[in-house]
Structures are given as C-alpha cells and as structure tokens.
C-alpha cells in the first residue's frame, strides 16, 4: 500500500513519555556492549521514544513495521540526556517520495523535557516497500 | 587520551553482533521488527537475512565515539544505512568502525568515519559532532 503524499506535515506524538531510568538506561547500555563502568545515556538512546513516536505513524496509517527499513537517522542534541529525564517525542512527516517499488518517508522528531525544552531532535528516513 | 587535532587517526574498533546481540537490542530499545529475528520475514521483504538494526549500527558507532573522547558530550550523530548488516544464525556480523579527526573548531571536533560489515561501507555520510571541554572529559 503506498504511503499517501498528503501525510506531509501531519504529526503523530509518541503516546506516553519516556522516563529515563537508571535501568533502562543500563539496558540500553549494556545491549550496546558498554561495560558497567560507562554511567552516561548513550546518545542514540532518545531512539526509543522517537520508535514509539514512529509507531503512532505507523499505527494511524496502518503501514506494517516489517515494511519499514530504516534507511536514515541523525540525532542534533541541545544537551546531554540525563537519568531522571521525563521525554515526550512527537513525529512530523516532513517528505513522502514515491520510487515506485518503495515509498521514502522524511520525519522529525522533536524530544522535549518536562519542562517543554527541546533536548533533541532526531531526523528519520523510512523506506516502505517490498513483499506482498 | 590526549588532545584531538585534526587528522588525528583514531585506533579502529572492531564489534561482533550476532544474533543473541540482536535480541538484546530489540529487548532493551523496544525494535522488535521481525526483519532483526525472523529470516523468513526478512526474506519476504527482500532482505538477504535477518539484519541488524540500523540503530544498533549506530549506536556502536556512538560507543566507538565515546571510547575515543573519554566521553566527550555528543552534538551530532547521524548516518545512512546504505548496506544492511547481515547476521547469520551460526556466526556473528563484524562492524569494524575507523574515525578520523577532521576538524577542530570553537570547541567543537567532527569526526570522519568509515564504518563497515566485512569488506562493505554500510553507513554513508556518517557524521558525530562533539563538544570539547579545553579542562574536561576529552583530556583524560
């Protein structure tokens, strides 16, 4: 199913906030092999909050995950992620491109603190096609 | 370490992701695409094999970062993923993650990285930004 171009400038935000633990953030850390000395949040953490805001997209227009792959990311930070954070995320489509046999999807995601400060923001290319 | 100065060569760091990496990650990130753990659904959207997530890539490229800066705060870090990491059920994928010092510049450093799975670039135009405290954490 192609990705409707008038998605452009629609936005989907992440359904709850993410709280940085001190365990999630050891999770997170460890699953990237950081050993238990490492106590800072790893900067592609925010990934978690910007996947949960993708999945909003994904659910409201009822595309499959297994049709996306992720064909770009880049995170800008305007600080350090820290333990005790409160994130919230909201996803704006930015492009849709049709190259025929799959769609290219241009996101923002902006992740703020409790307080409405931008912390960071993640930009997502999402490439949809393939199979059935 | 010491200083960064631009050209500095930054020793290569080499990283295994296998499967069970892979669960992990999807655990601990909440990625639980099937594309990262089912080689048939994998296959029926054109992919080799399972892969590893782009932002597992990522983000062991971001360790590599940190290990190199004495953990430096992160401005910036993005890339294309314009290969997939393939990963094997028998045998682990390689990422093999070189940088570069490209410039220095009112407190900031970019990097210039080549980050591979055996012989393949699977990232392009990737780009890490840091920050560097003349008397912090990038001097130790």
């Not at chain 1, 050993?35 to 978690?48: G, L, Q, W």
């Not at chain 1, 703020?112 to 096609?129: E, K, N, S, W």
């Not at chain 2, 892969?51 to 940190?66: D, E, S, Y």
Request: aromatic share 4%; with cysteine; hydrophobic share 45%.
């Amino acid at each position: 199913m192609p990705v409707a171009a008038d998605l452009v400038g629609r936005s989907y935000p992440a359904p709850a906030p993410l709280e940085v633990t001190a365990e999630r953030v050891r999770a997170f850390a460890a699953a990237l092999g950081h050993d238990s000395s490492y106590d800072d949040v790893p900067p592609t953490f925010p990934i978690v909050l910007a996947f949960d805001a993708m999945q909003a997209f994904l659910d409201a227009e009822q595309v499959d995950l297994h049709r996306i792959v992720h064909g770009e990311q880049r995170f800008t930070y305007e600080r350090p992620l820290r333990v005790g954070d409160r994130l919230s995320a909201t996803l704006v489509v930015r492009t849709v491109r049709s190259l025929g046999v799959a769609d290219v999807i241009g996101t923002a995601s902006e992740i703020v603190d409790a307080d409405g400060a931008l912390v960071c923001t993640g930009t997502a290319t999402l490439v949809h096609g393939g199979g059935e | 370490m010491s200083r960064l100065s631009a050209g500095d060569v930054l020793p290569r760091q080499v990283f295994e992701i296998s499967r069970a990496d892979l669960v992990a990650y999807a655990e601990a990130s909440g990625d639980h695409n099937p594309i990262h753990q089912d080689e048939e659904v994998a296959r029926s959207v054109g992919l080799p094999g399972v892969i590893a997530h782009g932002m597992l890539t990522l983000g062991l490229v971001g360790r590599a970062v940190q290990e190199w800066t004495g953990g430096a705060e992160v401005v910036e870090l993005g890339a294309k993923f314009v290969s997939p990491v393939v990963v094997p059920a028998d045998a682990p994928a390689t990422l093999a993650v070189e940088g570069t010092v490209k410039d220095v510049a009112d407190g900031l450093v970019t990097l210039a990285l080549d980050v591979r799975s055996g012989d393949t670039k699977v990232l392009g135009m990737p780009r890490a930004v840091l920050r560097v405290d003349p008397a912090g954490r990038s001097e130790g």
